[in-house]
């Protein structure tokens, strides 16, 4: 009997809600993969309620959790590994010491780098000395990485507003040549009315993927986003289909959180639950 694909996934965790592993794990196993999940910090909830518990990982308590991994033969093992918020710059330093070990010892190995650390309305919300971990030692990495526009200029120092701005910021990063950049939530000044676009930029080829843009923004999208790409790629679908799939179930989701009038992410909807348990098939 075949494996299935088998992920590490190293990043933020909740008790209530859904972002970080909390938002991404779901619908990787539901998808019909295994995932080991490596907190990087526990909170009771997101910072848009009035209270906030917990805290990042003590860099002792982290660095354990790594040696499990290791002891256990994860790198070995893992077919893909992704990252994404981190809440302290010990636990990023040692973050991009294990995905440099594990890629050394996994070469077929695929890291998406997620590099939670902004958007557009709150600004930078990481300490910079992690945002440059990030821009310095992970998004060198990466195979695949999916900033949004926000991130992506602050990583280049760039603006961006055009199909040729994003080119440029990709020039401007670190990347290998052959990686592969997905922005997301891009609303760039010839987007189609109504939608905002996921662009990927690879070696020598752009496409674009729009998707209707709803009016409110929600915590958790962007790590569903990240982890519906990690389950459609690692099912077997092309990085353009795969980024497509997980627009529209992202959107799929969204509705049905406006619908039910909630704060945050939801992954409850049945038409949603279906859809990842076809990508197993």
């Known amino acids: 009997m075949t494996r299935p694909p088998f992920v590490i996934s190293i990043q933020s ?7 970080g592993n909390s938002a991404a794990l779901f619908p990787m196993q539901a998808a019909g993969l295994e995932v080991a999940a490596i907190p990087t910090v526990v909170f009771s909830n997101t910072p848009d309620y009035p209270t906030l518990r917990g805290r990042a990982l003590p860099p002792d308590f982290f660095l354990d959790l790594l040696k499990g991994a290791r002891e256990r033969g994860l790198p070995e093992r893992a077919d893909v590994i992704m990252t994404g918020y981190i809440g ?9 010491d294990f995905v440099a070990e594990a890629k050394a010892v996994n070469p ?3 890291y998406l780098c997620d590099p939670v650390m902004g958007d557009a309305g709150p600004g930078l919300y990481v300490p910079e000395t992690i945002a440059d971990v990030m821009r310095d030692r992970l998004l060198p990495l990466a195979d695949i990485a999916t900033p949004n526009p926000f991130e992506l200029g602050w990583l280049t120092g760039s603006k961006i507003e055009t199909l040729k701005d994003l ?9 290998a040549g052959d990686a592969r950049l997905i922005v997301t939530g891009c609303a760039l000044s010839d987007s189609p ?4 676009e996921s ?3 690879g070696t020598g ?3 674009r993927h729009p998707v209707e843009h709803l009016p409110f923004a929600l915590p958790g999208t962007g790590d569903l986003f990240a982890g519906l790409v990690v389950a459609g790629f690692a099912r077997g679908m092309p990085l353009e289909e795969a980024v497509e799939n997980a627009q529209l179930l992202t959107l799929r989701a969204l509705r049905h959180a406006g619908a039910l009038g909630a704060g945050e992410v939801v992954l409850s909807e049945p038409a949603f639950r279906r859809a990842l348990l076809t990508l197993g098939q």
């Open 205 to 207: 080829k752009t496409s």
């Open 199 to 201: 662009v990927i930029l």
């Open 108 to 110: 077929r190995l695929v």
């Open 13 to 19: 965790q909740v008790v209530f809600g859904h972002v």
């Open 167 to 175: 080119e440029a910021a990709k020039a401007e990063l670190r990347m």
């Open 88 to 96: 302290s710059l010990d636990v990023a330093l040692m973050v991009a």
């Open 193 to 196: 009315a109504g939608h905002i």
